[in-house]
């Protein structure tokens, strides 16, 4: 009998095999945007994949969801003289980088070696430009700052798993194949004026090939969750979107589950940010590091996508945005961290 497509990635991602060095402790994962949709669904079979034996953190902003989620995976045994593996959840508003600079220095207090972080949080909006607080467009602090702030953050417990040869991954899920290319000459506040669904996808493809060019043992992923049954519509702050998102019915023989999502995902980044040996222990995929692309089942999307030529071409303005990137992160967080120093002292 013939397996479908999503039977053949089950039983591929059920056959890998987590390495976490002499130490044996259990993988960790982080998953920002872990409450519901794609981020939901990939924390869920990664419990599967690895029988309840690994440390999962989510970050969002439905408690109730994630406790939920959490105390519906399967927990696996304690390791030998520790305690079960970890269900954590932190409350975090992404679109507020300071929330973000708070939390990853607690994860890293918590977890000095992470295995996988995955970045899926994301809305829909018709809205006009509309700023947070800390004066940075919501949809862009949302699908690009924060995911680099959280990258950035926690890339030492990444790199300190991968340098104790384990795996090591970064995905950040969005649109790798669409994006806005970007004239050197604009400002960078010209494109982001030119359309945030358009720009931050191509931010999001060049911030991946600009981290992995600085580690370049780990490897960063961004993938394209192709047609899944999340609420991103149904919670969107746009009444038009949140009516339209009534007909998804008419979708249905083409979408699939946030279970069969996350499959289709992890087998991307397996393939790319996991470590598997053959019989004779030659490296047979995984483990190489880079900057990859990949579509709605987890294949590889031409390097890069088509729509995105300029991102390994242009080094110009991939400096350009992660100057600009680095001063708006540093800007936005320079009254927190002055409020912080006021009250340490």
């Known amino acids: 009998m013939t397996l479908t497509r999503i039977q053949q990635t089950r039983l591929a991602n059920l056959s890998f095999t987590h390495l976490t060095g002499k ?11 872990g409450t519901s949709g794609v981020g939901e669904g990939m924390a869920r079979v990664f419990a599967q994949h690895t029988n309840g034996n690994a440390d999962i953190i989510i970050v969002g902003r439905n408690a109730d969801a994630a406790e939920k989620i959490l105390r519906s995976l399967p927990v696996g045994s304690a390791i030998e003289g520790g305690s079960l593996p970890a269900r954590t959840f932190h409350r ?11 939390l990853t220095k607690t994860i890293l207090s918590q977890h000095p ?12 909006s018709l809205a006009r430009r509309t700023e947070t607080s800390e004066g940075l467009e919501d949809r862009l602090a949302v699908h690009y700052y924060s995911r680099w702030k959280f990258i950035y953050d926690l890339l030492p417990a990444i790199q300190k798993a991968r340098d104790s ?50 580690h370049p043992s780990i490897s960063f992923v961004h993938s394209h969750p192709g047609w ?45 940010g996991g470590i598997r040996y053959d019989d004779e222990q030659k490296l047979e995929e995984g483990g190489k590091g880079g900057a990859w692309w ?27 945005l992660w100057e600009h990137t680095s001063g708006v992160v540093g800007s936005s967080l320079k009254d927190y961290i002055l409020e912080r120093e006021r009250l340490m002292n």
């Open 23 to 33: 130490s044996g402790r259990n993988p960790t994962a982080v998953f920002v945007g």
């Open 165 to 214: 040869g384990e795996e090591g991954g970064v995905m950040t899920v969005y649109g790798p194949n669409k994006g806005l290319y970007i004239n050197a000459g604009d400002s960078v506040l010209d494109w982001d004026l030119k359309g945030e669904s358009w720009s931050s996808r191509t931010y999001n493809n060049f911030m991946i090939e600009s981290f992995a060019a600085l």
């Open 294 to 320: 990949t579509g709605w089942y987890g294949d590889d999307l031409e390097k890069p996508p088509p729509a995105s030529k300029q991102v390994t071409k242009d080094r110009k303005v991939e400096a350009l």
């Open 113 to 124: 070696k992470i295995n996988y972080l995955i970045l899926t949080t994301g809305f829909v």
């Open 228 to 272: 899944v049954r999340t609420p991103l519509g149904a919670n969107s702050p746009s009444f038009l979107i949140r009516v339209a998102d009534h007909l998804k019915f008419l979708l249905s023989p083409w979408l699939v589950s946030i279970e069969e999502g996350g499959e289709y995902m992890w087998r991307g980044l397996y393939r790319h």
């Open 92 to 102: 975090c508003d992404v679109s507020l980088l300071k929330n973000v600079a708070s």
